[in-house]
């Protein structure tokens, strides 16, 4: 795909939509109002390591405010079995000018677009989970008219998806492909990342293990055709959290490093992930381990000729998009 192999990386752009289920917005206030005021900073350091990436944003967020996000709740919503997974019964009940900053941001999605080398995919409109029991395929189609329904309006045209909580449904990539998507996000290709969303203890213990140690095997040069025009790109590593444990990050961040390393040397792809809320915690570290990162694949690049590319320039180099 890439002669030289490329760093590519992919952020799930989600605010509180991505987590409503599992938090308190109160008690997480600060720390969205921590990713809004990083996201720039984010940017800040692509443009000055010329790094492309691709922002995998949840349709919600291109609203202004609750008025706007009422009059554009779709005519069919996914049915859940479990209710708390809907971000439509969320956002009901959670409705007034303090919680617009963390579940609307239409001026980042422009400044992230003014960005050099950013593209914005989907994340679908409400963070759709699509395996979900009760979901359709009816109110899959519903949610990605909407998101693509609001993006138009910023002259965004999306081209790459990636499924939230990475519930993988190969059963939609035809309504994908119907959309005009062209490239989706898949999972590592391993089994503890299988089954997302009915996953074990002991798929989250392994997963925990492997971003400290383990085999540089992360990295590939095979694409998968997942559909007729439609590429699969495989995530190789999710960028962990800085966690305060001084032993622990500078191991997760040296085998990062060393999957980057092998990449580059065996000219291949590595895709990195992550959601700019995990730096919402630690910010000023989160920064400051990026940026460390991106050092590194300048060296990299220095090197080896390792290129940085988002998912829609991936796609591109197979299909003429």
Sequence with gaps: MNNNGALVISLDFELLWGVFDKVNWREKKGYFQNTRKIIPEILHLFEKYEISCTWATVGMLFNENWDEWNYNIPKVLPDYNNEKLSAYSYGKTIQSKETEGLCFAPDLIKRIRQTPGQEIGTHTYSH???????????????????????????????????????????????????????????????????????????????????????????????????????????????????????????????????????????????????????????????????????????????RYNFSSLNMVTVAQKKFKI
């Design 128 to 302: 759709y989970y699509c395996l979900e029991p009760g979901q359709t395929l009816i109110s899959f189609k519903a949610d990605l008219v909407k998101a693509r329904e609001l993006a138009n309006k910023f002259s965004i045209e999306f081209k790459s998806l990636v499924f939230p909580r990475n519930q993988y449904n190969e059963d939609y990539l035809d309504e994908c492909k119907y959309m005009g998507l062209r490239a989706v996000r898949t999972n590592p290709d391993v089994w503890y990342w299988k089954n997302t969303q009915q996953e074990s203890l002991q798929q989250k213990i392994f997963r925990t293990a492997d971003a400290y140690l383990g085999f540089n095997n992360r990295s590939y040069q095979k694409f998968q055709d997942i559909h007729p025009e439609i590429f699969g790109q495989k995530a190789s590593r999710l960028l962990r959290p800085h966690s305060g444990k001084i032993l622990l990050d500078k191991a997760r961040l040296k085998r990062v490093k060393s999957e980057m390393s092998s990449a580059a040397f065996k000219k291949e792809i590595y895709h990195l992930w992550w959601h700019p809320h995990n730096f919402g915690t630690y910010p000023e570290k989160g920064l400051e381990e990026l940026e460390n990162l991106l050092k590194f694949y300048i060296k990299l690049k220095c």
